[in-house]
Each structure stands twice: as structure tokens, then as C-alpha cells.
């Protein structure tokens, strides 16, 4: 009986983590699509990648996990491109993007 309540908790802790980084692969989908938007990009396959997990040492913060994604975009559709997307940290990450175009500012008109 305790090897089966050891079993039953582990599979619970599992599908935990397993849900908590799913939820953390959606909320980088919809930055990810966002700043696509943000720059008239087209994201392709509408989702993305994990490239790497590293535990990184963060003074007090102690362990951090850093996580590094990539996804394709286009241009004008006939072209694919790769980006990257680093994410610091679990609870609150920050997110990180390179391979992006930069954001052009909108045109000036001189009346």
C-alpha cells in the first residue's frame, strides 16, 4: 500500500510540472504571436520549439531554470525565417527575442 500511494503522488507531482510547462508553452505561442502581429510578420506553424533548458544560478534567487524556444516566421509568406525566444525563470518569466525584425515606426506625412 505505501509503494502505491509513492507511485500515485510521483505521477501526481509529474503531471503537475507537465501541465505547468504546458501552460507556459502556450502563454510564449501567444507572445510570440504577438510580436509577429506587432511587426506584420506571419508566425508559421503557429507554434514553437524547445531548443534548451539550463539551470542557471541567480544570486538569491537561488536556481533558475532558462529555457530557449525557437519559431519561424515570414515576411511575405514565401520566405521562412528562425527566432529564438529565451525565458528567464518559471513564476514570472521574462522573455527574450532574437531574430526579429526590428519594429519600423509608423511613416511620418508632412502636411
Do not use: N
Not at 501526481?12 to 501567444?30: G, N
Not at 516566421?73 to 521562412?80: K, N, P, Q, Y
Not at 514570472?92 to 519594429?103: A, F, S, V
Request: aromatic letters at 8%; a positive charge; proline letters at 5%.
Amino acid at each position: 500500500m505505501g509503494s502505491a500511494a509513492i507511485s500515485l503522488a510521483l505521477l501526481a507531482i509529474v503531471a503537475a510540472i507537465w501541465a505547468h510547462w504546458m501552460r507556459l508553452r502556450e502563454s510564449i505561442v501567444a507572445a510570440c504571436r504577438a510580436q509577429c502581429k506587432q511587426r506584420d510578420l506571419q508566425l508559421l506553424d503557429d507554434t514553437v520549439c524547445l531548443r534548451s533548458i539550463r539551470l542557471r544560478r541567480f544570486g538569491r534567487a537561488g536556481l533558475i531554470a532558462v529555457c530557449r524556444y525557437s519559431f519561424d516566421f515570414s515576411v511575405d509568406g514565401a520566405d521562412r525565417w528562425r527566432a529564438t525566444v529565451t525565458v528567464t525563470g518559471l513564476r514570472h518569466p521574462r522573455i527574450r527575442y532574437t531574430g526579429l525584425p526590428p519594429i519600423e515606426p509608423p511613416p511620418t506625412y508632412l502636411h
